[in-house]
């Protein structure tokens, strides 16, 4: 893929020059990531045993972008509340133990659950594996990656500027295209599953 | 989490650089330390904005016959707070006032606490309390300060890009022969879709 960039910043014959092989694998790194952040097209289901009412999930999975369905061990759903709701059941709820049949998520990875205990199942939007090498696959779609390459070609013009950089707004847009697609499949699927989060939604690219 | 220091890395070919070693010459346009202190200003605004720094709080321990305690120096906002496990409601003096024409003078179990009795960044408990215990914030803070050899931040790893495109807008916003005000442009707008995004996914601030 970080070839297929350098071809259509017209450096085919010679290779990387110009525009090292490095900054566009970093190119194509930093459009998953975003694609990932934009989409939520990423998720993984893994066990979790609360130590307590409150955790910092990326203590636990590195990964953690935001949380889409807790469930208990025996698959009864664990709901996703607001702090409203659990001031209404018990207002002293960060001091309860027992099977956790609600949580909060509250800022960027803080997650509570009411009452603390149990072992859970944590489905959660997670973050894409790094890009190393040329030959690397990205966590995306097939039908997307020319996507991601397009994000890689305005990336790279990030350095020139000036109408260089304008004539690559292109691609972003492009690319920004796919993300909303891609973006309202997750949304709604994300609805038909019963997720408690979804996608930002994106019109016209925006 | 996040390592400010990738976002270093990861911009350092687009603002002409070679690498480490040729921005940490003598006399260069821009700094590292100058790129870092972008990247806090964005953390500390985020905290404010959008409350992405969530966590528990209870290093502010109440005695008896003492109202008003000082909150940490992190401090931005208190979701929730909790006198041992007495929910305290958040109230303002206006309403204390209503309540209790003489407020300030009662003594009893707190049951509500105020943060506009006092000084900015203080904590007044009411009635004043004749039982003490540990005060359990849950609390919007500050991060720590992002520095040279201080650079993690507690974020999805998602996220990274936000901290070097707020880099890339300052550098390229500051006077200088390589000043870019149209990519400065660009960079915040990449920034304010980054915003847009963490509000979304983590809420709003206060």
Known sequence: MATRVSERLNEGPTGFVYYPKLEIIAALNEGLRFWCLLTLGLEITAGWTPGATFTHMLTVFSDWIAPLRIMTSAGAIVRHSNLADMAAIDPSWIFATGTAQRYVAIGADFVGVYPAGGTLSVTYARAPVVLAADGDVPEMPIEYHPRLVDYGIYRMRQVEGGQEFLKSLKYFASFMDGAEHYGNYVRNRNKGADYDTGPLELKDGK | ?206
Not at chain 2, 161 to 183: C, H, I, N, T, V
Request: hydrophobic letters at 45%; glycine letters at 8%.
């Open chain 2, 1 to 206: 989490m996040i390592d400010t220091a990738d976002s270093v890395a990861d911009i350092l070919y687009r603002l002409g650089f070679q690498g480490g070693a040729d921005i940490a010459l003598t006399g260069t346009w821009v700094t590292v330390a100058e790129l870092y202190q972008w990247a806090d200003e964005a953390a500390k605004a985020i905290a404010y904005e959008s409350g992405i720094f969530v966590t528990l709080d209870a290093t502010i321990t109440a005695v008896a016959a003492t109202a008003a305690y000082n909150l940490p120096a992190t401090h931005v906002f208190s979701l929730a707070v909790w006198l041992a496990t007495v929910p305290l409601r958040l109230t303002a003096v206006r309403d204390l006032r209503a309540l209790d024409a003489t407020w300030t003078a009662t003594s009893g179990l707190s049951t509500r606490c105020s943060f506009d009795a006092g000084s900015v960044g203080t904590i007044t408990l009411y009635p004043n309390p004749t039982v003490g215990g540990a005060i359990t914030q849950l609390a919007e803070e500050l991060p720590a300060d992002i520095a040279i050899g201080s650079s993690n931040v507690q974020l999805p790893t998602v996220l990274l890009d936000y901290f070097s495109y707020k880099m890339l807008a300052g550098a390229r916003g500051k006077e200088s022969d390589a000043a870019m005000p149209e990519m400065e442009a660009h960079f915040l707008e990449r920034c304010a879709l980054y915003e847009k995004i963490i509000e979304h996914l983590y809420g709003t601030g206060h």
